[in-house]
């Protein structure tokens, strides 16, 4: 075998192919289009024109690749007090970590493309779960290495998040193994193929799960950690260049990450679209499908921004605790009675 | 004296119908703006607000009419306009040159009050109705005579639309169009 076969048969690798390609690749472009769309809309919103003079027959879209050469080529400043090995290692983990779930999520019914063996198949949601709650210590890390009073707040509330949101995420997500009485997310996708999406037929676990994927992202309303008016940047406040737009683009691909899993959980996976055989029709086609249901989701969350303001931090966390929690708690009771008169 | 009481009575408790209502009211306002837009942005070079006659723009003098009284130096709270002296032809008597003065104004300092306008008294000086010219360095903004004298050019009117500026009962800031005369 030649280098570029050995290469070619790495990168097709369907969970090195998912994280590079789908992941990496994809989630710079959904990044660079929904921070510009998120301006955009909230422009719109609040009768303003947003970016227009980079590129006024594309509505200012060269204005967000303008930024990301000006991230990547602005000098970086780290601070002589910071405790440089977890201030440079925080980042780039948390953005690395943030993308692995999509190593274990399949974007198809067909065995061939699956990212896992069948028998781990069977645990697929639980694993992705499992993976989509690391990124956030790096998070506090990134704070408490920069040794920066504004940072540890930031990192502190972002704990204080964490607490409220992942409870509800995972419990979310929960919500439609319930409905469908399995872990296997191909088994779940595929029991939304017969009825219904089951973001209509349980959207009590499908809001729940929403709002956490909103909150664990510090989108609008719940951009608490990096408040620009209260603490600067939050835990990335000493953050600058390169290492501002990871943090940043880790904030991006984790709001995509969890956008697949709830396309994929709630929003009918690659249905209308049924998998067959072959590359095109049995991998690249469904995993298109999720990926544009998946980037609906991040749009919607970033149009949030044009309507909220901030919630303060005890206000997220009632929410959370009050009315989230208790309503994800509905969602898999809600589940659970589906599953047991037979509607999934 | 024994302190008063009083009654007083707490909000009523949103309740979760409430919350769920607003958050759904809010949200309804904001696809409905996102689907309609009532931008009220003005692009400014393409578009600039045509203003009104008797704006406070830029101050030009007629040379003419100016009687030398200094009155608009003096006035002048921040020391913008000064009075200058020049030789030139006396109309009466054409061969000997006399003495005159005349203000110049300095447009670092300016802070367009119009004060010296109003208070010249022979109305030499006026304002012209625009304020956005644009010069390379400090230097320029110090007027002499001649400069004095000439309206600035107006680039923005070369390259832009000129719009009106109004305000609408139900949409707010709306831009109207006008024509070249007015
Ligand atoms: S407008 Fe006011 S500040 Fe300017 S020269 Fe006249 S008096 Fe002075
Ligand atoms: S106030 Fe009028 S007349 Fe008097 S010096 Fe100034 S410009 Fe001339």
Redesign the pocket.
């Known amino acids: 075998m030649s280098l570029a076969e050995v290469a070619a048969a790495i990168i097709g690798w369907p969970p090195v192919w998912q994280v590079l390609v789908i992941g990496f690749l994809g989630s710079l472009v959904i990044a660079v289009l929904a921070v510009w769309f998120e301006r955009k809309a909230a422009a719109r919103v609040q009768r303003r024109l947003g970016p227009y003079w980079a590129s006024p027959r594309l509505g200012g879209l060269l204005h967000l690749i303008a930024d990301m050469v000006r991230y990547a080529f602005q000098y970086p400043i780290i601070p002589r007090t910071v405790d440089l090995i977890p201030f440079l290692a925080a980042p780039i983990a948390g953005m690395v970590i943030a993308l692995l779930p999509l190593a274990v999520v399949p974007f198809t019914s067909n065995p061939a493309y699956w990212p896992l063996p069948p028998s781990a198949m069977e645990y697929s949601l639980l694993i992705a779960l499992a993976i989509v709650t690391l990124p956030p210590i790096f998070i506090i890390a990134a704070g408490w290495a920069s040794n920066n009073p504004f940072a540890v707040i930031g990192g502190v509330r972002e704990a204080f998040i964490i607490v409220a949101y992942e409870l509800i995420a995972i419990l979310g997500f929960l919500g439609a193994a319930a409905s469908t009485g399995t872990f296997n997310l191909v088994a779940i996708v595929e029991a939304q193929g017969g009825i219904m999406w089951l973001a209509i037929l349980n959207p009590l676990a499908f809001l729940a799960a929403f709002i956490a994927i909103v909150m664990s992202t510090s989108a609008f309303p719940f951009e608490i950690p990096e408040s620009e008016p209260e603490v600067v940047a939050g835990p990335f406040t000493e953050y600058s260049g390169l290492l501002y737009a990871l943090n940043m683009g880790g904030a991006y691909m984790r709001r995509f990450a969890l956008s697949i899993i709830l396309a994929l959980t709630f929003l009918g996976g690659w249905y209308p679209l049924v998998p067959g055989e072959g590359l095109l029709m049995g991998y690249i086609l469904p995993s298109v499908v999720v990926v544009v249901k998946a980037v609906i989701v991040v749009l919607a969350i970033s149009f949030l921004r044009a309507v909220y303001g901030r919630y303060r931090l005890d206000q997220a966390l009632d929410l959370a605790w009050k009315i989230l929690l208790p309503m994800a708690l509905a969602g898999i009771a809600l589940g659970l009675f589906e599953a047991s008169i037979g509607l999934t | 004296m024994a302190p008063r009481i009083g009654l007083k009575s707490l909000e009523k408790r949103r309740t979760l119908i409430d919350g769920v209502r607003s958050n759904l009211h809010v949200l309804a306002i904001g696809v409905k703006y996102f689907v309609n837009p009532r931008r009220m942005t003005l692009v400014y070079p393409k578009e600039y607000p045509r203003l009104s006659e008797g704006y406070r723009g830029f101050i030009i003098?007629e040379k003419k009419?100016?009687?030398?009284?200094?009155?608009?130096?003096r006035i002048c709270p921040s020391a913008a306009m000064k009075?200058i002296r020049v030789m030139e032809p006396d109309p009466k008597h054409p061969e000997k040159p006399r003495m005159k003065q005349?203000?110049v104004i300095n447009y670092q300092r300016c802070i367009f009050c119009g004060y010296?306008v109003d208070?010249?008294?022979?109305e030499?000086?006026y304002h012209v109705n625009y304020h956005d010219v644009v010069y390379d360095n400090l230097a320029e903004m110090f007027w002499d005579l001649d400069t004095f004298q000439k309206e600035p050019e107006y680039k923005t009117a070369l390259e832009g639309r000129p719009v009106r500026i109004m305000v609408h009962e139900e949409l707010g800031l709306i831009k109207v169009p006008v024509g070249e005369g007015g």
């Open positions: 003098l009419k100016c009687i030398s009284c200094a009155a608009c130096a009075m005349y203000p010296c208070v010249c008294p022979t030499a000086l």
